[in-house]
């Protein structure tokens, strides 16, 4: 058997003379909320290198053997919290498609092609881009849906599309996005979402918390610039609202393991805030373009209930953008950035 193939069911377009697809790439979740589905994602997830950087040798015995026994019945637990009960599906997994469909419209006029889908389980990379090549595309921007750049989420999305690639004696043409940390439209989709929540509030946080997922102090130490981009993230959100360090703290959630992370922890900072006298806060989590369990369950049930146990009166969770307009415009805006020389203008054809 033949080691390189070319997908799709007829010969493609001389390149540049077919469509341009895009592909939406986000993390992953998994398929049910069972001990096997969860199992499965995790240990998919937990075993890539990108992720977990310890030598295989050490580290896959303990995967296999505590981590994978303990952690899917609690996660599963975690994950049954927030399921969508309509669709029968992850919150991330929901909002990942409503963002490629709801950016499909807006190039609907053009040869552009968006499909989606995620570094672990499913739909996988390669069946994105498979349908992608079928539909005629020898041009893809490929786009990891995560606005500070970290080798933990955006380098491995790149790197498991060019594993599919490989394969491929015919490969289409590929741009990435970079991360886009304090992109005027990410700023300005932050603080649109930001104030619509807080317009519906009778009365104003005393505080407005920023929370990131964490990450290993050693991976940042090695040069991972994921700490800095939260701080441009922070920087610039502040000054869109008009808003100091003290009334928008950064900190960092979803610690994983016994090392040191990215520092303050988002749990006990929000937990030592009544103490304070800061009894009313308001919580963003920027670092996540959609709802997924470490925005609703980790922060909207677990860290708000420890804040109310500790004299919290009122946590309110300012939901990601996930579907909305908001979200949209800044892919659109990311997209035609990036797609420029592919395609000719916001309404025309692609260019050839
Ligand atoms: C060493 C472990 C982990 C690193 C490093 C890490 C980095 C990282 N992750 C995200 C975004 C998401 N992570 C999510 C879930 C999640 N993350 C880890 C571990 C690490 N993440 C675990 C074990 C889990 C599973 C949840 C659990 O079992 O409790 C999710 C949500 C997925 C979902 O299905 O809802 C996202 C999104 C970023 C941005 C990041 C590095 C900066
Ligand atoms: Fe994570
Ligand atoms: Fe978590």
């Known amino acids: 058997m033949s080691f390189l193939h070319i997908s799709g069911p007829s010969a493609p377009a001389p390149m540049g003379q077919g469509r341009v697809g895009i592909l939406l790439v986000n993390l992953g979740t998994p398929d049910d909320t069972g001990f096997s589905g969860v199992r499965r994602y995790l240990s998919e997830f937990l075993s890539d290198q990108r992720v977990i950087e310890a030598s295989p040798a ?42 490629a469909e709801r950016l ?4 609907s ?10 570094r672990y389980g499913t739909p996988s990379v390669a069946q994105a881009v498979e349908e992608l090549m079928t539909a005629g595309c020898d041009r893809i921007l ?69 929370s990131f997922h964490g990450l290993p102090n050693e991976y940042v130490a090695k040069g991972d610039p994921y700490r800095t981009d939260c701080e441009r993230t922070v920087a610039a959100l502040r000054t869109a ?39 009313r806060i308001a919580v963003i989590m ?27 009166e009122e946590l309110t969770l300012i939901p990601c953008l996930n579907g909305s307009p908001e979200a949209i415009d800044l892919l659109e805006a990311l997209a035609r950035s990036e797609l420029q020389g592919w395609i000719v203008n ?5 260019e050839r």
Not at 248 to 257: H, K, N, V
Not at 264 to 277: C, D, K
């Open 241 to 279: 609202m008009g808003m100091t360090e003290d009334d928008m703290p950064l900190t960092f959630q979803s610690r994983f393991g016994p090392a040191k992370w990215l520092e303050p922890y988002t749990a006990p900072f929000i937990a030592g805030l009544p103490a304070r006298g800061i009894r």
């Open 286 to 312: 920027p670092g996540f373009m959609a709802d997924c369990i470490e925005t609703l369950d980790e922060i909207g049930n677990e860290v708000r209930a420890e804040f109310l146990a500790a004299g919290g």
């Open 142 to 210: 490929c786009m990891p849906l995560y606005p500070q750049y970290s080798a933990t989420t955006t380098a491995t999305a790149n790197d498991q599309l060019f594993r599919f690639l490989m394969k491929l004696r015919r490969q289409p043409a590929i741009r990435t996005l970079p991360a886009f940390a304090d992109h005027p439209a990410y700023i300005k989709a932050l603080a649109g979402t930001t104030r619509q929540t807080l317009a519906t509030l009778s009365t104003p946080p005393q505080m407005i918390v920023t």
């Open 58 to 99: 050490l580290w896959q015995p303990i995967l296999q053997g505590i981590v994978l026994t303990v952690r899917p019945r609690r996660s599963g637990a975690a994950y049954r919290r927030i399921w969508n009960e309509e669709r029968n599906e992850s919150p991330l997994r929901t909002y990942t498609r409503e963002q």
């Open 104 to 107: 499909t419209m807006r190039f």
């Open 346 to 350: 916001s309404s025309t054809q692609s």
């Open 109 to 118: 006029d053009e040869t552009v092609s968006v499909v989606w889908g995620m």
